[in-house]
């Protein structure tokens, strides 16, 4: 028999197990030991994590052009010396971005969707940044879109939909390859490539989060 | 081959990640996670968790009778009016105490430790709160000192000195019961248990964090 009792902490220690409770991940226990470990932490060091989220939120905004998170808008991608603005990859979240960035291999601009179609959760065309990216393309000089969303069946049905949307305003719309990532378990997996545009293969980037 | 490469998030989100590296069990992958969590969070739900952690910095102390953690001194195990002030149950981490209350089965009152010996880490006596429950027992009024040191080789060194430490005060020295949880894995264990000492057994409390 498993009663769940109330735990008798002192309300402010109380309170911070239960905001500790609302991030992904943290249950009742782990709440608690990084509670008491906030709590044994040397007297800067638990206001410094306090210091980075506040500093963190109210610094840190959307880039008008892309939706990244930045803390100067336009982003560094946006404004990047180096980088071509003659494509454009778009992903889900601004997280995705770093999984394409650590392959260095890529060095265009970045669309941030902000999720992806969901049906089931409420989220249609107009929930995403659709509208933006169509106007950056009427900016012209983008040459080719990079669909970057996860390969999840959200992520699947996203590209299918954005390339449909965006091949007719004459822009050449590839898929990014999705492969076994290097170190991964050698596990049989169904490939997702890039289809053949007749140029060598891209180089397989897994984009998870 | 893999490569730790510096992560190009802006400032402020860099040092949010870093911040949360800090926490037991957080790791790269998860401090951005939780990082991300908190950026995409309602304005007012971050600040919530930098304002909890602050509070229960500023708030909390240790109990100046039994060294648990409390934000009234003496705390409310100390001052309660229904607790029996003959037993002191001694614990080696005030998060102990959550454990044993919530058996619901001892309304005495507590002496926190503040670890266990551990010559390894340092840790002699003098580091533990050991002369504060000597001062206690001067005070008279204590029948009985409960040892709920955890079942590991250090609690249980602990728990030996000190009761050869304890016994020539004139007070009864026992060891908490430790057994398999209620609802656990009947997996076999070597039984630790109270000595008899001639009085019905004692319930098994898990005293695991």
């Keep these: 028999m498993l009663h769940i009792m109330h735990a008798d902490f002192a309300a402010p220690v109380e309170r911070l197990i239960d905001e500790l409770k609302h991030l992904p991940g943290i249950g009742q226990k782990t709440a608690q030991r990084l509670a008491f470990f906030l709590l044994r932490a040397a007297p800067e060091d638990a206001p410094a994590l306090a210091d980075a989220i506040r500093d963190a939120k109210e610094k840190i905004r959307e880039c008008s052009v892309c939706h990244n998170i930045t803390d100067n ?59 933006t990216l169509i106007e950056r393309l009427k900016g012209g000089g983008v040459e080719e879109i990079i669909i970057a969303t996860n390969p999840t069946a959200e992520g699947e049905a996203t590209a299918v939909y954005m390339s ?46």
């Design 73 to 131: 808008d336009p982003c560094h991608y946006c404004t990047g010396a180096t980088r071509t603005r003659a494509t454009i990859c778009v992903v889900e979240e601004a997280h995705n971005i770093m999984a394409i960035e650590k392959t260095r291999t890529y060095s265009g601009m970045y669309h941030v969707l902000g999720g992806s179609l969901s049906p089931l959760q409420g989220r249609g065309p107009e929930q995403l940044k659709i509208k």
């Design 164 to 209: 449909k949307l965006l091949k007719p305003l004459g822009v050449r719309v590839t898929r990014i390859g999705v492969g076994i990532p290097v170190g991964g378990p050698r596990v049989c997996r169904r490939g997702h490539h890039a289809k053949s545009d007749g140029r060598p293969p891209r180089p397989v980037i897994h984009s998870s989060p």
